[in-house]
């Protein structure tokens, strides 16, 4: 081998190579992160990443999913063209067509819907990932219709929920100045390391970590002090527990209760029926651990606690779960306070960067009159109440249903309908739809059910704005060609705004004109954040005060950290508590013929989501769809490691693997959602949500297991 | 000025995330249908009395000092790079014999389509370059290190894959 | 320094290299007959199938590179003698002294005269000009018949060379089964099944008796008196150290007897490689392991200590690795030890199929079919057992077995049966 043939099978970036190395993002995971990549490209082409050395957050890291972006962006699936359907829906059969002729089909068709049956009949539906969901909600508003919704409906969103219900705005964990860190569901090895790099930062300063997980996590392994290891979905009875040891024994922050909490007394006269004589009944943690957790949060100058997405929601009692872990930073005098919970705001697309933009603005400017229900808001009315958008678990309830009013047509970005519980039952209702759009990267199992798909780019193909905590802001640049005849998401919406005449100026503008008036009081632009080319902090940045907030009155009926909800109890028609009343988990199936806890919440290092299936390199790491239980319960069926195994429930089975592990507690089972081949959301029950979020339970429904015979 | 070099693994901080695995398929353009992966994961537990023991691992070619598969490869197709002193092979002669494999204690030489031995080859390009290992840029947790065997100890020896596994690899021929 | 090494295959090599790690000025003297670089013996075959180009054959480069690289004078001559009281080399052209001497002359192939069989018929595998032989025979193309007497690795290798010239091949040996030295006899027939299946004649407790002519057809007449058509025949019999130059020098068994410093009986006169007899770390006796690794090894510790340094190869266990016809087979230690079986896979099944045999809590021996990734961890594994360890995986070693295929129930046996 000659040098040049090795500087070329090393990739080496060089001038004899022709290889250059370009910054770009990556945008497999939440925006939260979205980590800087250095792509290696020539001609066009990406053929390696790794992450960003000049990178102010991510500095030079990339995560399993990250590091997969080749495989990604190049996956074989990638839509080309724009496609029209020839076969019947959920056939795959289409044939392609030219940009032109799909934006005429999807105007001529949505403005005819609009003027037969109204706006509302019409749902906008953003799957992953987040980066166009302000240009889609404004869309929709400038449709004219309230049915905007997205993938949140099902993630975070149930604890901003808590949040805002109880302290009017978000908040999050100041890990780094904090004495003790509740780790609720805190798991970052494999969803996002730069939490773990973070919280090993800490550790190593002296942060203790209680780690409350139903799994033995990496997490615990490495990090935790006490783990307190509950049945799933039984997190609302823990902290109210703990909330009750806590005030039992005067470890409370009285001054701060009296100053800043509203609903101390129900509380703590509520908190009381969870107590030494039940708490190992109903979560599995004996009560000594409880106790040993409060003496640890009693010794502890202050507290953080992990705010997290899918865990701790992803239950019937999820959000009211949420609400009792938020109530021991309240007990605990820990909100708005360094080293605790500090209340913040989305600066962009879900990150909080520590500034604010005029999104928030931007994407409701072009609001519609509120005169039908939007979808799901009667069943969810303090999800609409707070988020002001449909809640897409209930949509293929009212296409199917037609009830309060029919919808006609969905028109998705990145929509998957396999996320919703007992899913089958969304995918026939798509199937009653007079006109159906999906715009994916990907031919998914979705847009194969579409009468139009149309083919978007990745984040590596685009430009876009990001945000990043410590107030930086970057414009990044297109890295690579584009794949086939793909345009950006928001390159869409906007050549359809002025296809359809929606009258709407500023989607029309495009995404960099609307880019400058979301940063109109930041101190940049647009050209000025593309000419420095790397995240640079923006000029009016300046770090939040702890303690401001709660010295303005919070954002509350009351003005104070509610407890006892006023917003919630304005509303008994709702039929909510305003207390953070705990119930049981699970759902009504027998627990005879199905004794065990299924829980798809066990994250996997190198999935996220189904995005990631079909990537074969993140596949060769697990390539069977896996259970993983209880070494016990394993012993019982007489599963091995690497069997077949059935799960059940009574909507139907599916045929997995099984890995039994001393990981999983007895009666629990964990498998990884989004395999089209063994979909574990068609085991879940579409009813069996959280009435106050909306969210699906996915994480814990009672199952069956059984080794599966050979054929 | 050439160094010697090697690829160790801090056990103490390895969560079988798997990235070093995909960073190395990135950079070696690994077909997973057809060839094995260089990088080895493994998330492992085991019973022992009461209690269990989790560990974890990113296991590929150790760069042995005294490297047995370079003696068992009967066409010296492995051989040391003089710079880096890593394990390096040009597999022009390569006869898909198996002897490498039958020499390595850690199991780590693959085969690929063609019947001949590929393996990790420390990205010896890169370091020629200043730059890191794929799988040692990729690492998360800082794991994975490339170190250099004349410098300080860079991983604590109890936690070093390569100090824990001399002894056994000093009983191999 | 003044080194003399007789014999120049890869001992006499890698010898030459330690010495040049150690000893930059010293004058490194070679002698070898054959005018060529080490070779590898094993590669023969790969040539003649047409695996390697004939450079192949030589892996550490052309003689001259070599000579270059490891500042070597070259005597391209035959060494007659070896006088170890004066530590002198004699050749026809005189005789040299040296301050330490290398006897590294390897091992030839050897054969019984067949009566009958016409000498450019007869057909050994050993060396380039054996391979060259073969090699320019077959591509006449006039061969269509052939017996291969030897069912050892070599004579599987050169079946396997004459299968895809399209020939007609019979294999026999006196021996009941096919690689007598390392399989059990069940993983024996197992081999034969699969060989035969190919249309490969397998002949056992026979061998060559003569050759006649039958019609016009060379013909092998066998001691079992059958008849077995043969264009050519190829003796794959066995070797034997070449030890002539230090006859009644040095102490010689089967081989030149060294210890583990490769030092002879004779004080500054080493041996190495195929001609030397090292020890066996199963049975503690000395034994000729005639395997490549094994003679870099040892030339390599010969040559460390020849330039003043402090080496030691302890030995080595018998293991060999032949892959063919698809498949490989690997065995490892001493195939005629009885003891507690430890088994998994199906003998006709595919993929891996692994039989150990443990006796007074060590791995006396093992055979794996088809899977050569458990071969470097299991044959490790053995070996720390011999040198006293007691017997349990590390963690690392156990995850690649349990990857490669290897059940756990497998390795907690075998750990528990050889747990000291």
């Known amino acids: 081998m000659d040098r040049l043939e090795e500087l070329i099978r090393a990739k080496i970036p060089c001038p004899e190579t022709g290889i250059e190395v370009k910054h770009t993002v990556c945008a497999i995971c939440s925006p939260a992160y979205n980590c800087g990549i250095n792509a290696y490209v020539k001609d066009g082409k990406l053929l390696k990443v790794e992450g960003m050395d000049e990178h102010p957050r991510s500095r030079g890291g990339l995560c399993t999913k990250g590091l997969s972006n080749r495989g990604y962006v190049y996956r074989e699936d990638r839509i080309l063209t724009p496609l029209r359907r020839v076969g019947e829906r959920g056939e795959g059969r289409f044939e392609p067509i030219t940009w032109d002729e799909a934006y005429k089909e999807i105007s001529d068709r949505l403005l005819a819907i609009r003027a037969r049956d109204g706006a509302d009949a019409v749902a906008f539906f953003g799957g992953y990932n987040k980066w166009y969901r302000p240009w889609l909600r404004r869309f929709a508003h400038s449709f004219g219709t309230f049915n905007y919704g997205t993938e949140s409906s099902t993630c975070m969103t149930a604890g901003w929920m808590a949040w805002k219900v109880a302290a009017g705005q978000l908040a999050r964990p100041d890990m780094a100045h904090c004495d003790l860190y509740l780790g609720w569901a805190f798991n970052p090895y494999y969803s996002g390391y730069l939490n773990a790099q973070a919280a090993e930062r800490a550790k190593a300063a002296g942060t203790k970590f209680i780690v409350i997980d139903p799994k033995i996590t990496p997490t615990v392994e490495k990090l935790a002090d006490l783990h307190l290891r509950l049945y799933p979905g039984t997190d609302g009875a823990l902290a109210l527990c703990m909330g009750n040891v806590l005030i039992q024994n005067g470890w409370i922050d009285k001054d701060f209760i009296r100053a800043h909490v509203h609903g101390f007394e129900e509380y703590a006269a509520y908190a009381a029926n969870f107590n030494e004589s039940n708490v190992e009944r109903l979560t599995g943690v004996p009560y000594a651990q409880v106790l040993r957790a409060c003496e640890m949060i009693r010794d502890a100058k202050s507290i953080s606690s992990h705010e997290n997405s899918a865990p701790i929601p992803h239950h019937k009692n999820g959000m009211q779960n949420y609400r009792a872990i938020t109530a021991l930073l309240a007990l605990t005098g820990s909100f708005d306070k360094q080293g605790g919970q500090l209340p913040t705001r989305h600066t962009f697309t879900h990150q909080i960067a520590g500034f604010e933009t005029r999104e928030e603005e931007w994407m409701d400017a072009t609001q519609p009159e509120h005169i039908r229900p939007a979808v799901g808001e009667e069943r969810f009315p303090l999800w609409f109440h707070t988020e002001r958008e449909m809640q897409v678990v209930d949509l293929a309830r009212q296409i199917d249903e037609g009830t309060p009013y029919p919808i006609k047509a969905v028109f998705g970005m990145g929509m998957n309908f396999r996320m919703l519980p007992e899913d089958g039952y969304l995918a026939k209702a798509l199937g009653k739809l007079d006109f159906f759009v999906n715009a994916d990267l990907f031919l998914t199992d979705t847009c194969k059910m579409a009468d139009l798909v149309l083919p978007v780019c990745s984040s590596l193909e685009r430009g876009e704005l990001e945000t990043y905590p410590g107030g930086y802001a970057w414009f990044t640049q297109p890295a690579i060609d584009r794949v086939g005849e793909s345009k950006s998401d928001v390159e869409i919406l906007r050549d359809l705004a002025v296809r359809m005449d929606l009258g709407d100026q500023e989607l029309a503008a495009g995404y960099e004109a609307n880019i400058d008036s979301m940063l109109t009081d930041v101190g940049v632009t647009v050209e000025e954040l593309k000419k420095a080319g790397v995240p640079v902090k923006v000029p009016r940045f300046r770090p939040y005060q702890p303690g401001t907030r709660l010295a303005q009155g919070l954002d509350t009926p009351s003005g104070k950290f509610e407890l006892y909800s006023e917003l919630i109890a304005a509303h008994p028609e709702w039929g909510l508590d305003p207390l953070p009343t705990y119930c049981d988990p699970l759902d009504g199936a027998d627990p005879a013929q199905y004794p065990f806890v299924l829980c798809s919440g066990g994250r996997l290092p190198h999935a996220i989501h189904s995005r990631l299936h079909k990537v074969e390199w993140l596949r060769a790491m697990q390539p069977e769809p896996t259970a993983q239980l209880s070494v016990e319960d394993a012993q019982a069926l007489g599963l091995k490691a690497g069997d077949d195994m059935e799960l059940y429930t009574p909507r139907g089975s599916i045929t997995v693997k099984a890995k039994p592990s001393h990981r999983v507690q007895k009666g629990v089972v964990f498998f990884y959602h989004g395999y089209s081949e063994a979909d574990v959301n068609a085991l879940m029950d579409k009813d069996h949500v959280d009435p106050y979020s909306g969210f699906p339970a996915y994480n814990a429904t009672r199952c069956g297991m059984r080794k599966k015979a050979k054929p | ?173 | 320094m003044r080194y003399g090494i007789v014999g120049f295959g890869t001992a006499g090599y890698h010898a030459a290299q330690a010495i040049r790690e150690q000893d930059k000025a010293g004058e490194v003297h070679v002698y070898g007959d054959t005018g060529l670089a080490p070779y590898n013996p094993m590669l023969t075959t790969y040539y003649i199938f047409g695996k390697l180009p004939r450079s192949g054959l030589f892996p550490f480069g052309p003689l001259e590179e070599v000579a270059d690289r490891l500042g070597l004078t070259l005597h391209h001559e035959r060494v007659q003698k070896v006088r170890a009281q004066d530590l002198a080399v004699e050749t026809e052209r005189g005789v040299q002294r040296y301050d330490k001497i290398l006897i590294a002359t390897g091992a030839t192939a050897f054969a019984p005269p067949v009566k009958g069989l016409s000498p450019q018929d007869a057909h050994l595998m050993r060396t380039v000009d054996d391979a060259q032989r073969l090699k320019d025979r077959l591509d006449r193309g006039d061969v269509r018949s052939a017996v291969v007497v030897g069912a050892s690795m070599a004579g599987i290798k050169v079946v396997e060379v004459l299968e895809k010239y399209g020939v007609r091949v019979c294999l026999a040996d006196l021996a009941p089964h096919i690689f007598p030295l390392a399989a059990y006899p069940e993983v024996s027939a197992a081999i034969e099944k699969r060989v035969a299946k190919r249309g490969i004649d397998l002949r056992f407790g026979a061998t060559i008796d003569h050759m006649e002519l039958w019609n016009g057809q060379k013909t092998a007449v066998m001691t079992d008196g059958s008849v077995v058509p043969a264009d050519l025949v190829s003796l794959c019999i066995g070797t034997r150290a070449a030890t002539q130059v230090v006859q009644g020098e040095v102490d010689i068994d089967r081989g030149i007897l060294v210890n583990e410093r490769m030092e002879t009986s004779a004080p500054g006169v080493y041996a190495a490689g195929d001609c030397a007899q090292g020890v066996n770390l199963e049975s503690g006796e000395k034994q000729i392991i005639g395997l490549w690794a094994n003679a870099n090894r040892q030339g390599a510790a010969a040559g460390a200590n020849m330039a003043g340094g402090e080496a030691r190869f302890e030995g080595n266990i018998l293991h060999n690795i032949t892959h063919f016809m698809d498949m490989d087979f690997i065995g490892f230690g001493d195939n005629r030890i009885q003891g507690e079986l430890l088994e998994q896979g199906a003998l006709d099944g595919d993929g891996l199929y692994v039989r150990a045999v443990i006796s007074g809590g060590r791995v006396a021996g093992a055979n794996i079919l088809d899977s050569y990734r458990i071969s470097g961890i299991l044959k490790n594994y053995m070996l720390r057992l011999f040198a006293g360890e007691g017997g349990s995986l590390p963690d690392y070693q156990r995850a690649m077995l349990l990857q490669a295929g290897l059940r756990a129930e497998f390795i907690d046996r075998m750990e528990v049966m050889t747990r000291g």
Do not use: W
Request: glycine share 8%.
């Open chain 2, 1 to 173: 000025m050439s160094k010697r070099y090697a690829i160790d693994l801090d056990v103490s901080k390895c969560v079988s995330c798997g990235a070093c695995a995909v960073a190395c398929m990135d950079q070696n353009d690994l077909n997973v249908k057809q060839t094995r992966p260089f990088r080895n994961v493994f998330d492992m537990e085991r019973q022992e009395g009461e209690g269990t023991t989790y560990s974890h691992l990113s296991l590929a070619c150790m760069h042995c000092v005294d490297a047995p598969c370079i003696v068992g490869c009967p066409s010296a197709c492995i051989q040391k790079d003089p710079e880096t002193n890593l394990t390096v092979f040009d597999t022009t002669n390569c006869i898909g014999c198996h002897s490498c494999a039958m020499a390595c204690p850690y199991g780590v030489p693959g085969f690929g389509p063609d019947g001949k031995m590929v393996k990790c080859d420390g990205c010896y390009v890169r370091v020629h370059h200043g730059l890191k290992p794929a799988c040692v840029k990729a690492c998360p947790t800082g794991a994975l290190r490339l170190i250099d065997l004349d410098g300080p100890e860079e991983i604590a020896p109890e936690n070093s894959l390569r100090h824990r596994s001399m002894e056994m690899l000093s009983k191999q021929v």
